[in-house]
C-alpha cells in the first residue's frame, strides 16, 4: 500500500463517521459527490483501462434504478431490490453487448449515448415505469442516512477495484489492449473478451449506484434518470482525470459538486454556460488530462 | 390506403430538408474526421438568427445567403482556432471540445431567448397545394425546393471547382493531396466552414417548417449522424437516399405508432446501421479517423 | 518433414483490387522461408492473413494439420504463431519487461521474462519505456515478444530493414538458434544479402500470384522473378 493511499484510506473511514455530527444541507452535498464519484469509476472502468467513451453509460443507471424502484415498490425488501438493479442491468449489457463490443470507441460511444436516449423515450411512454409522471415511493425514516451509506460503500467497492486493477497484470493486460488492441491480439490477448467483461461489470455497478439514487431522490422519472447532463458531468470529470485515473474522478467530484453547488444558488441561469465553458477551455489546455503537479 | 401516399410526399418533403442538414455534416466528417457534436446547436444558432431577421421585417429567403457567409466565417474560426490545435490527439478529445461547444451554444441561446418555441410564419404558410386529393403545405414545398437549389449548388461546387476538387482529395487521401500541393490544414478550414455555413442555412428552413427551442440541438446532430451511417459518407446523392430513409421512417411510425415512438424508431435504426453496416450503404470511403 | 503451415488457394482482394490470387504456400519444421516481391505484391498482406488479422475472401489455412481458417488472430497466437511487424509496434507507455510479461501466457514466472530479454540483449534496459526504444531495440523486443508465445512459426516482416551491419549479424544468428531449436520462419524481406545461409527457400509474390518457389541461390536467374523485379536488366548479388 503506498502512502496516498492510507491517506485516503483515512479521509474515506472519516466520511463514515461525518454523516452522524452535521446537518442535513451538507450531508445532501456530500452524498452528490459520492454519487458523482460512483458514477465516475464505473464508466471508467472501461474508459480509462480499455479507452472506451461510454458516452451512454447512464442508460444502464436508469435501468437499474427503474428495475429497483418498481420492485421496492412492490414490497420487495431493500437490499434484494438493489441487487436485483444491479443485475438486471448487467443482463442487459449481456444482451447487446455482442451488438456493441465490434464497434470502434467513437462509434461505441455514440451508438451507447442513442440507446439511452432510446431508453429515455422508452420510459416516457411505457406504464410501468410512470410513464412521464414517473414513480415516487414512501420512505423510512433516515433514508438519507443510509443512502449516503449505500453510496459509500459503493464507492469504497469501486476505489478498491480500480486500485486494484491499477496494480495489478489484469490492469497491465487491459491497458495494453487500450493503447494498440491490433498488437494485444497477435501477443494472443483476447481483447473482445476483456472488454465484454469491463462492460458488464460497469454496468453491474452503474444499476447499482442507479438503484441507490432512486432511494435517496425518492423520486424516479425518465429525464432525471436519462440525463444526459450526467453523462456530461461523467466524463467531463473523466476527461479531467485522463492523467490520474484512480485519483482523480474523487477528487474532481468533490471540487465540481462544491464548485458548481455555490454558482448554482449564485447564477442559477449561468449553471449550464459555465459548465460547457469550462469543458472547452479545459480540454484545449489539458488535452491530455490535468496533470498532477507531484509525479 | 390514400394515406400511404400522403405520408409519401410527406416523407419526400421532408427528406429534402433533412439532405440539406447532413450534408455539412457529412462533408466535415468526411474531410476533417471530426463527428461535430455541435453541428445541432449550430443549426438551431441559424433558427434563431433567421427569427431574428424575420422579426425585424425583414425577407428571410433574401438573407439566407448572408446566414450562410455569416456561417462560413464562424466555421473559419471554429476550425482554426479550436480544431485545428487538437488534430493530433486521439479523437475523444476533439469530441469532448464539440460536445462543450454544443453545450456553449445550447446556453447561450437559452439565456438570450428563453425556453418559449418560436417559428417563423411565411406569409403563405396556411396555403396547400391540393393535388389529386393529396396536400403539399406550401412552406414544406418551398423548402424542398431550395434544398434541392442549394443542394445542386453544392453538388457542382464540390465536382467541378479547384477548391471542390482539392476537398475531395483531402478527404479520399491526405498525404497524397499534400504532394499535389494541397495544404490540408487550410483545406480543412475552407470545409468546416461550408459545413457549419450550410448549418446555419438549414436552420433557416428549420425555422421555417416548425416552431423550435434551443434544446432541440441533440437531436438534430443524431438526425445529422443517422443519416451518414446509413447513407455512408462520399456521396451527395448518397446522402439524399439516406435522408428519404430516415425521413420514411419517421414520417410512418410517427404516424402508425404515434409520436412518442418516432424518436425510439430512429434510435433503433440508428444502433441497427451502426452495428450491421457501419460503412453505410453508399460509403465510397469507411473513414476510420475521428 | 510435417508441413508447419500450409497456405491453400487463398484470395483476398480490396475494392476492386485483387491482392493475392490464389496463393499456394507452405512452410516445413524447422524451416525458414524468404517471401519476397517487389512492392505492393500483397506481402504483408498474406502476413495478416495467416496471423488472422485480415480475413481472407476465399481460400484455407492450415497451421500444424489444424484449420485454423476462421479463428480470430489471439486464438492463433496461442496456438503458437508470433509476429512481428514492418514498423515495429511496442506497447509504448509499458515498460519493456511488461511488454514481454503480457505475452505470456504459459508461465506467470519472471524468470520467463527474464530469459527472453537477456537472450535478445534488453534486460538492462527493461524498466524503460517501450517508446523510449531506438529501432534496432524495438526489433528486438517485438522478437522476443513473439518468442513469449512459445511459438512453432514466426512471422517476420521486414526485421532487418533500417538495421546496421552489426544488428543484422545479432538478428541473424539469433534467427538461426531458433531454427535449431525447431522454430519454423516465414520471413517478408527486401535486404537480400541478409538472406543467405539462412533461408533454406525463397518463394516470390508478384502482382498476388507466386512466380517462384525454390532457393535463393537459384531466383537470381529465374527469369519470371527479373521481371517482376526490374524488367531485363541484370541483377547480381554481393556475397
Known amino acids: 500500500m503506498r502512502k496516498a493511499d492510507l491517506i485516503l484510506l483515512f479521509l474515506i473511514l472519516l466520511l463514515f463517521v461525518l454523516p452522524l455530527q452535521i446537518n442535513p444541507y451538507w450531508l445532501r452535498l456530500l452524498t452528490a459527490f459520492i454519487f458523482l464519484s460512483c458514477l465516475s469509476y464505473s464508466h471508467n472502468l472501461l474508459f480509462h483501462f480499455l479507452g472506451y467513451p461510454a458516452f451512454g453509460g447512464v442508460a444502464f443507471f436508469g435501468f437499474g434504478a427503474y428495475t429497483f424502484s418498481i420492485l421496492y415498490n412492490h414490497s420487495t425488501p431493500l437490499l434484494l431490490s438493489l441487487l436485483l438493479g444491479g443485475v438486471s442491468s448487467l443482463i442487459l449489457s449481456l444482451l447487446i453487448s455482442p451488438i456493441l463490443m465490434r464497434l470502434k470507441s467513437h462509434y461505441f460511444a455514440i451508438a451507447t449515448l442513442a440507446f439511452q436516449l432510446c431508453l429515455m423515450e422508452l420510459a416516457q411512454n411505457l406504464e410501468i415505469t410512470g410513464g412521464t409522471k414517473g414513480i415516487a415511493f414512501n420512505l423510512p425514516e433516515y433514508s438519507n442516512l443510509i443512502a449516503f451509506y449505500s453510496f459509500l460503500t459503493l464507492l469504497l467497492t469501486l476505489l478498491m477495484l480500480t486500485l486494484f486493477l491499477d496494480r495489478s497484470r489484469l490492469g497491465l493486460t487491459m491497458k495494453a489492449i487500450r493503447e494498440d488492441e491490433t498488437t494485444a491480439l497477435s501477443v494472443g490477448i483476447n481483447a473482445v473478451l476483456y472488454r465484454s467483461i469491463a462492460f458488464m461489470v460497469m454496468a453491474f455497478f452503474l444499476g447499482l449506484t442507479g438503484g441507490v439514487f432512486s432511494f435517496w431522490n425518492a423520486y424516479v422519472d425518465a429525464s432525471t434518470l436519462f440525463n444526459p447532463m450526467l453523462s456530461v458531468k461523467t466524463f467531463f470529470i473523466l476527461t479531467l482525470s485522463l492523467s490520474l485515473p484512480t485519483y482523480g474522478p474523487l477528487l474532481w467530484s468533490f471540487f465540481f459538486e462544491m464548485l458548481f453547488e455555490l454558482l448554482w444558488s449564485k447564477f442559477l441561469m449561468l449553471h449550464g454556460l459555465l459548465l460547457g465553458i469550462a469543458i472547452v477551455l479545459l480540454i484545449l489546455f489539458f488535452p491530455r488530462g490535468v496533470v498532477w503537479k507531484r509525479s | ?290 | 518433414m510435417e508441413k508447419v503451415l500450409e497456405v491453400v488457394d487463398v484470395k483476398k482482394s480490396y475494392g476492386g483490387n485483387l491482392v493475392l490470387d490464389c496463393v499456394n504456400l507452405s512452410v516445413k519444421r524447422r524451416e525458414v522461408v524468404g517471401l519476397l516481391g517487389p512492392n505492393g505484391s500483397g506481402k504483408t498482406t498474406l502476413l495478416n492473413i495467416i496471423s488472422g488479422i485480415t480475413r481472407q475472401d476465399s481460400g484455407a489455412l492450415r497451421f500444424k494439420g489444424i484449420d485454423i481458417s476462421g479463428l480470430p488472430p489471439y486464438r492463433r497466437a496461442r496456438l503458437g504463431i508470433g509476429r512481428t511487424f514492418q514498423i515495429p509496434r511496442p506497447f509504448w507507455n509499458l515498460t519493456l519487461w511488461e511488454n514481454i510479461q503480457i505475452a505470456c501466457h504459459h508461465a506467470e514466472k519472471g524468470a520467463e521474462v527474464e530469459e527472453l530479454l537477456k537472450r535478445v540483449g534488453l534486460y538492462e534496459l527493461r524498466s524503460k519505456k517501450g517508446g523510449e526504444l531506438s529501432l534496432a531495440q524495438r526489433k528486438r523486443l517485438e522478437l522476443a515478444r513473439a518468442l513469449a508465445l512459445k511459438p512453432s512459426l514466426l512471422l517476420l516482416d521486414e526485421v532487418f530493414a533500417g538495421l546496421n551491419p552489426a544488428s543484422i549479424k545479432e538478428i541473424q544468428s539469433l534467427l538461426k538458434e531458433l531454427k535449431e531449436e525447431g522454430i519454423s520462419i516465414l520471413m517478408v524481406e527486401h535486404v537480400l544479402k541478409a538472406l543467405f545461409g539462412l533461408v533454406d527457400r525463397v518463394v516470390v509474390l508478384h502482382g498476388g500470384r507466386i512466380v517462384y518457389d525454390g532457393s535463393l541461390e537459384g531466383m537470381a536467374q529465374d527469369q519470371e522473378v527479373r521481371r517482376a523485379y526490374l524488367g531485363e536488366r541484370h541483377i547480381t548479388f554481393e556475397g
Request: charged content about 10%; aromatic content about 18%.
Open chain 2, 1 to 290: 390506403m390514400e394515406i400511404v401516399f400522403q405520408l409519401l410526399l410527406d416523407a419526400l418533403l421532408l427528406s429534402g430538408f433533412y439532405t440539406v442538414l447532413s450534408v455539412g455534416f457529412s462533408l466535415m466528417w468526411g474531410v476533417t474526421g471530426i463527428i461535430n457534436l455541435a453541428y445541432g446547436s449550430f443549426i438551431i444558432l441559424g433558427a434563431y438568427l433567421s427569427y431574428m431577421i424575420y422579426m425585424a421585417g425583414f425577407d428571410v429567403l433574401l438573407f439566407l445567403p448572408l446566414i450562410f457567409i455569416l456561417g462560413f466565417l464562424l466555421g473559419l474560426f471554429f476550425q482554426a482556432l479550436f480544431v485545428n490545435r487538437l488534430m493530433g490527439y486521439e479523437p475523444f478529445t476533439i469530441l469532448v471540445l464539440t460536445f462543450g461547444f454544443d453545450v456553449v451554444i445550447t446556453n447561450l441561446l437559452n439565456l438570450i431567448f428563453k425556453a418559449d418555441i418560436r417559428s417563423i410564419s411565411l406569409p403563405f404558410e396556411n396555403f396547400s397545394l391540393f393535388i389529386a386529393d393529396l396536400i403539399l403545405p406550401l412552406n414544406r414545398l418551398l423548402v424542398f425546393f431550395f434544398s434541392l437549389i442549394s443542394l445542386f449548388a453544392l453538388y457542382t461546387f464540390l465536382r467541378y471547382s479547384w477548391t471542390g476538387r482539392a476537398i475531395r482529395a483531402v478527404s479520399l487521401d491526405p498525404v497524397g493531396a499534400q504532394l499535389c500541393g494541397i495544404k490540408p490544414k487550410r483545406v480543412f478550414m475552407i470545409s468546416t466552414g461550408i459545413a457549419i455555413g450550410l448549418a446555419l442555412f438549414s436552420g433557416g428552413f428549420y425555422a421555417m417548417l416548425q416552431g423550435f427551442t434551443p434544446f432541440e440541438s441533440g437531436w438534430l446532430t443524431i438526425r445529422a449522424f443517422l443519416i451518414c451511417v446509413i447513407a455512408g459518407l462520399g456521396s451527395v446523392s448518397g446522402l439524399a437516399f439516406g435522408s428519404f430513409i430516415l425521413s420514411l421512417f419517421e414520417v410512418f411510425s410517427g404516424f402508425y405508432l404515434g409520436e412518442d415512438w418516432k424518436d425510439v424508431v430512429s434510435l433503433m435504426l440508428l444502433i441497427a446501421f451502426l452495428t450491421i453496416r457501419p460503412r453505410g450503404l453508399f460509403g465510397i470511403r469507411y473513414h476510420e479517423k475521428g
